[in-house]
């Protein structure tokens, strides 16, 4: 009989209170039932989306996790057991299941698929050809259309995403303003990212530092909300884009956070804003991923992981990711 620990959520956070609110139990798995695929796993991908689920707001883009439910996330590992033909036992596989040591999915349901091996270190899908790449793509590209020769402007710019995103306009031929918190990661973002300007929002004042731009800047890649957006908002140039990724300003409070202050300034500028989620372009994977292994392949396009080992460390890793204590993408190590 196999043992497998797994995070329960018993009630919803408050604020960053996540010990009070999620348990690590420990259950024997059961059998498989018709259909379904179990991945013995071995990374979990930490993201800020998932602190949505844990509230028991109804709003968001996926009900949330009812009380008592298994922790759900992203998970890398490989088939153990399988009652899917498309996995056979052996095959590393990525998609939606259970901060767990083993992961019982069903295919369809958890966006399963089997991952490229050739890669010299696979943590890199959930990296730069991860769903956090794939969603930086579709939002500078696509979404803020960006243009060669305009201003992008990142916010969260040295997180999974945020890095993403600024590379991604870089590769595109944008000029990159990338905002985030403390020296080191400004450093990191001018020296090993390649921004034009990186911003500190501890201690500059955004709006002003914007400001200097001559014309405003054309378009924002936005994963905070809340007052930076304000910010960004009245140093846009005209018909600027803003692609919505996340709202890590709200997170933490399961009532939603007033509009934008200066929402005047998207009929004044003639703004277009949009919001996106990853779910609405899984499907389009195969068409992001070339462009994307070109540039790892290249150089052009990489990420720091911020790996924290153990399953029951995997709360330390969490809190890493939405306090901004880390750079890069923050994974959890449960086995190898």
């Not at 870089?170 to 990212?193: F, H, S």
């Not at 300034?265 to 462009?291: K, N, W, Y």
């Amino acid at each position: 009989m196999i043992e497998n620990r797994f995070w329960r959520l018993d009630r919803h956070p408050q604020g960053s209170d996540f010990a009070s609110a999620l348990s690590l139990q420990t259950e024997a798995l059961p059998p498989l039932a018709e259909g379904e695929v179990r991945v013995k796993v071995g990374w979990l991908s930490m993201d800020a989306g998932t602190r949505m689920w844990m509230s028991p707001r109804t709003d968001g883009y996926q009900p949330p996790l009812p009380l008592g439910a298994k922790m759900a996330g992203l998970v890398l590992g490989r088939v153990s057991e399988s009652r899917d033909p498309a996995f056979a036992v052996g095959t590393l596989v990525r998609g939606f299941g259970q901060w767990a040591d083993y992961a019982t999915v069903v295919p369809a349901l958890a966006g399963l698929e089997a991952v490229d091996e050739s890669l010299g270190d696979v943590r890199h899908h959930f990296g730069a050809l991860g769903m956090n790449a794939w969603t930086a793509y579709v939002g500078v590209k696509e979404v803020a259309a960006v243009q060669p020769g305009e201003w992008l402007v990142v916010s969260a710019a040295a997180g999974a995403t945020g890095s993403m995103a600024c590379q991604v306009g870089r590769n595109l031929g944008t000029r990159v303003i990338g905002i985030a918190g403390g020296p080191n990661k400004c450093r990191y973002l001018r020296e090993t990212l390649g921004v034009d300007m990186a911003i500190d929002y501890k201690n500059e004042d955004v709006a002003a530092r914007l400001a200097s731009v001559e014309g405003g800047v054309h378009a924002y890649f936005d994963n905070v909300g809340g007052p930076m957006l304000d910010a960004v908002l009245t140093n846009m140039a005209h018909y600027g884009r803003v692609a919505v990724c996340g709202m890590v300003a709200a997170y933490d409070n399961d009532a939603p956070l007033p509009g934008p202050a200066r929402f005047d300034q998207v009929l004044m500028r003639r703004l277009r804003i949009e919001g996106f989620f990853i779910p609405d372009f899984l499907h389009r994977g195969a068409e992001f991923l070339p462009t994307l292994r070109a540039w790892v392949d290249a150089g052009t396009l990489t990420v720091n992981l911020d790996e924290t080992v153990g399953l029951e460390n995997t709360l330390v890793a969490y809190d890493r990711m939405l306090s901004g204590k880390a750079m890069g993408k923050v994974i959890v190590k449960v086995q190898d």
